[in-house]
């Protein structure tokens, strides 16, 4: 497994913009499918969104679309989900995950390693 922690979540007015980060200790994310998830209070975790580890491939949740941009610096050993024109729905914790391969249906598949997890809060 490997080691992922998140920085970059905080308090926004709704149309704005964040850019989270996520990094690994003590390993290299170059071969790793990356992927970002959310859970909102009282709600199951969802899939936001995911690349491969070359970024030639990415996958979206319908939600974030057009919105969020998933992306990633090998060189710097981080994967990055910026957010743009930001909701109260979005406000959720947001985790960074990792698994080997990827795979068509990369929104349905599990993760073998998680962060802790960064808040993002979306007022009104």
Do not use: H
């Not at 610096?73 to 985790?95: G, I």
Request: proline residues 2%; hydrophobic residues 35%; aromatic residues 10%.
């Amino acid at each position: 497994q490997v080691q992922l922690v998140e920085s970059g979540g905080g308090l926004v007015q709704a149309g704005g913009s964040l850019r989270l980060s996520c990094t690994a200790s003590g390993r290299t994310l170059s071969s790793y499918t990356m992927g970002w998830f959310r859970q909102a209070p009282g709600k199951e975790r969802k899939f936001v969104a995911a690349i491969n580890w070359s970024g030639g491939s990415t996958s979206y949740a319908d939600s974030v679309k057009g919105r969020f941009t998933v992306s990633r610096d090998n060189a710097k050993n981080t994967v990055y989900l910026q957010m743009n024109s930001l909701k109260p729905e979005d406000t959720a914790v947001y985790y960074c995950a990792a698994r080997l391969t990827w795979e068509p249906n990369i929104a349905t598949v599990s993760f073998d390693s998680w962060g802790q997890g960064t808040q993002v809060t979306v007022s009104s």
